[in-house]
């Protein structure tokens, strides 16, 4: 069982609301903010909690529910409503100037959750089998936000459900490689290595800062007590409703303006 890590907690549902406020700072900021701006690199920063949080939060949901079937409906529903909404915020309220290829991380969540059900099974006993199936949901996350990422730290939140150090531990890693943060150190050292200056590169440096911010998510996560907090309607469906509806409302003003 999951030990208490902090004396002062928080819930799952705080969480997720904390994850809600931050996705949509991170949306209004690809939406509205001019990219070369310290409002836009913050914004993003701060931003950057959402995903980890929401894996975490899918990880949990693994742990806690009592029908993975009907979890797992749910999210391919919701997936599916928040397709168009995804790509007409993404494309800036103009559904014809991408591709449709870019499914949202609703699907990665659904997926992440279909890699853990394949870590669990009973019925598949062969590990080779297991190691293909979930190669092959990994594989379909690739174009997905947060893609390949997400699903494994979902599978790897579900795997060391019983150690919360060790959960945080391979986060950290997950984030530190799988964001490119540590090109933070290692640009500077090829720099160096390679023509004997340190330098980096602008643009890398600015998004391994702003990737950095999902480590914030590690500190929160701290606070977590194991509680699921006040179960009601919104505990349960805000995030799913909400998350098309942002879209679509920030895809229509990109659209007007």
Sequence with gaps: MRVQQNS??????????????????????FA????????????????????PIMFFS????????????????????????????????????????????????IVTIFLGVAAVRVQRSNKIQSMAVKTILITGLV?????????????LIILTMDRFRVSFSIQMFALSILLLFGLDITELATQPILSLAHYGRLSMD????????????????????SYYKGQHGRKN??????FYFYYPAHLMILGLLQSIF
């Excluded at 819930?11 to 949306?27: E, F, P, V």
């Excluded at 309607?233 to 805000?238: D, H, P, T, V």
């Design 233 to 238: 309607w919104a505990s349960k469906w805000l």
């Design 32 to 51: 509205f903010v001019p990219n070369s701006s310290i409002l836009y690199d913050l914004m993003r920063f701060i931003g950057r909690l959402a995903a």
């Design 202 to 221: 602008q643009g890398i440096w600015i998004t391994a800062v702003i990737n950095a911010g999902a480590l914030l998510s590690i500190d929160l996560f």
């Design 58 to 105: 899918a990880a949990e949901g693994c742990r806690h529910t009592q029908n993975m079937n009907r979890y797992m409906l749910r999210l391919a529903i919701f997936a599916l409503i928040s397709w168009i909404p995804y790509l007409f915020f993404y494309y800036g309220g103009d559904l014809t100037s991408g591709s449709p290829i870019r499914p949202n991380v």
């Design 139 to 151: 594989l379909l996350s690739v174009p997905a936000d947060w893609g390949v990422i997400g699903v």
């Design 8 to 29: 002062v907690g928080i819930t799952l549902n705080q969480l997720k609301y904390i994850a809600i406020a931050a996705m949509t700072l991170d949306h209004i900021a």
